[in-house]
C-alpha cells in the first residue's frame, strides 16, 4: 500500500476544489530538491510558464491522479499556449494541443521549483515554422544561455546570429538525455551545424527534427539560401560534436 502524502496537495485555483490525497507512487519522483509539499491542484488554464507539471486527473470511469502529466515524461517545465482556433483548448508543453481548459493538474508553481540557469545552459523556447504545404508548426528551438539576470536570461538561440533577452518562464532546460538519443540514433541533432555529400561548402544548422512512418526530417537554416527540411540520412556533420548537448 503506497503512503500518502504527509499534507493534503492545496488548491492553487480560486474554484471550490477539495483537498485531496495523493501517493507518492501516484505522484511520482520530483526533481531533487521539490519538496512535495509544494504540489498543487491548478486548472490546466491557469498553469504558468515555468511551473513544473507533475500528474493529471484521469477523468476515465475510475478516474484518479496519474504520475504522468505528458506522454513519455514524468514531469516538465511548462510553456502554455492557447489553440489559435479552438478556444478552451491549450498547450503546457508548448508543442501538443492536449488539454481543455477545465483539466486538472498537478504543479509546482515556478516561486516555489524555480529554476537556475547559468551561462553555457541549453535552453528551449517554442517557435513556429511554416512547413511545405504552408501550414504552421510549432517546435522546440535550442539554444544556449549567454548571460542571466534577474528573472531574464540572454540566449542565442542556434541559427541566429544575434541574442535575445526572455523571461525565464519563457525557456526550459533542454533534455539532454533525448538529444544523446537522436545523435546515437541518427547521426545528429538540435544544433548540429551540417553540410550535404554532394555540396561540402553548404553549411547549415539544424533547428528541428520530425518523424514521420518511419522517416526522420531535420529543418535546416542554412548559411547562404533559404531554409529547406531534409532526411536526416543526406546530412553530414560539418564541425566537431559540441560539448553542450
Not at 509544494?38 to 478516474?63: I, K, T
Not at 533534455?175 to 547521426?187: H, T
Not at 544548422?205 to 547562404?224: C, F, Q
Not at 529547406?228 to 566537431?240: E, G, H, K, M, T
Request: glycine share 8%; proline share 8%; with cysteine.
Amino acid at each position: 500500500m503506497s503512503t500518502p502524502l504527509a499534507t493534503p496537495v492545496r488548491s492553487a485555483t480560486t474554484l471550490p476544489l477539495w483537498d485531496v490525497f495523493v501517493s507518492r507512487k501516484d505522484l511520482g519522483p520530483l526533481p531533487t530538491g521539490v519538496d512535495p509539499a509544494h504540489v498543487r491542484v491548478a486548472r490546466a488554464d491557469q498553469v504558468r510558464g515555468g511551473d513544473l507539471v507533475v500528474g493529471y486527473f484521469d477523468q476515465a470511469p475510475g478516474g484518479r491522479w496519474m504520475p504522468s502529466a505528458h506522454v513519455g515524461e514524468l514531469c516538465y517545465r511548462a510553456l502554455p499556449a492557447l489553440h489559435p482556433e479552438r478556444p478552451g483548448l491549450l498547450s503546457l508543453d508548448g508543442v501538443m494541443f492536449q488539454w481543455m481548459a477545465h483539466d486538472l493538474l498537478l504543479i509546482v508553481p515556478a516561486g516555489l521549483a524555480a529554476e537556475t540557469y547559468r551561462p553555457g545552459d541549453r535552453v528551449e523556447r517554442i517557435a513556429t515554422r511554416r512547413t511545405g504545404d504552408g501550414l504552421t508548426q510549432r517546435y522546440a528551438h535550442h539554444g544556449t544561455v549567454v548571460g542571466v539576470d534577474d528573472g531574464t536570461v540572454t540566449v542565442r538561440f542556434d541559427a541566429d546570429w544575434l541574442p535575445v533577452t526572455l523571461r525565464a518562464g519563457l525557456v526550459r532546460r533542454v533534455d539532454a538525455e533525448s538529444v544523446a538519443e537522436d545523435r546515437a540514433a541518427y547521426g545528429c541533432a538540435h544544433g548540429d551545424t551540417v553540410t550535404l555529400p554532394w555540396r561540402p561548402t553548404a553549411r547549415g544548422t539544424i533547428v528541428d527534427l520530425t518523424y514521420d512512418l518511419g522517416t526522420v526530417t531535420a529543418y535546416v537554416v542554412w548559411e547562404t539560401e533559404a531554409p529547406s527540411n531534409v532526411p536526416v540520412r543526406d546530412l553530414r556533420l560539418a564541425v566537431p560534436l559540441p560539448a553542450a548537448a
